[in-house]
């Protein structure tokens, strides 16, 4: 169930490189101590769930495109408290991180494929396959885009059941603060993972 999405703009594109600042948007909604709350639908062969989370934002570095913050479930099925994790993320600026991941198992079609899940994404669609979105200015685009990675369990051990081996494709609108995600592990016995939530 994506969040329904409008585009208002799209992005420039510049041959060759970029001339001047293409960071993501300055948005107050995506600052430290911001809060956001929603759900994540989890679906595997056998069963599909829906765990209730919440996200605080406790470090942004747009300059550098960093974010990081903890997430907390709570309804895992599997565990008797909630289960806090620490995430660390990528802004998806093209000066430090692009649209390929390069990393954690994810293949350039890995993500094309995880990034079209985003109708906010379609219009970038065609730089990216061109050049990973080296190219594209999206400092007036109202979307940011990011990779979330979970580090560690805050407060229970990795024998809760759980894996954090994966990371998330995050979107998240500078319009309304509404933050949309999907899951990728490889490895993973879920088929997939989508997070939707917004601010608290």
């Known amino acids: 169930m994506p969040v329904r999405v409008t585009e208002s703009s799209t992005p420039s ?112 669609l065609s730089q990216v396959e061109v050049d990973g979105g080296k190219s594209l200015d999206l400092s007036n685009y109202p979307y940011i885009f990011m990779r979330w990675k979970e580090q560690y369990f805050v407060n229970v051990g990795t024998d809760c059941g759980l894996t954090i081996a994966g990371f998330y494709y995050v979107c998240f609108s500078c319009s309304d603060g509404s933050i949309s995600g999907f899951y990728y592990d490889p490895n993973s016995r879920f088929l997939y993972f989508f997070m939707s939530i917004s601010e608290a």
């Open 13 to 124: 594109q510049v041959s060759g490189t970029n001339s001047g600042d293409t960071s993501p948007p300055a948005c107050t909604l995506l600052s430290v101590g911001q809060t956001f709350s929603g759900t994540q639908n989890v679906s595997s062969l056998q069963k599909e769930e829906a765990w209730r989370v919440n996200v605080r934002i406790q470090g942004c570095d747009l300059e550098h495109g960093y974010l990081c913050g903890t997430m907390e479930a709570l309804n895992v099925p599997m565990a008797d408290t909630p289960v806090v994790t620490f995430w660390e993320g990528e802004i998806v600026d093209t000066k430090n991180y692009t649209f390929y991941t390069g990393k954690w198992e994810a293949s350039p079609e890995d993500d094309k494929r995880h990034w079209t899940k985003f109708p906010s994404f379609s219009p970038l």
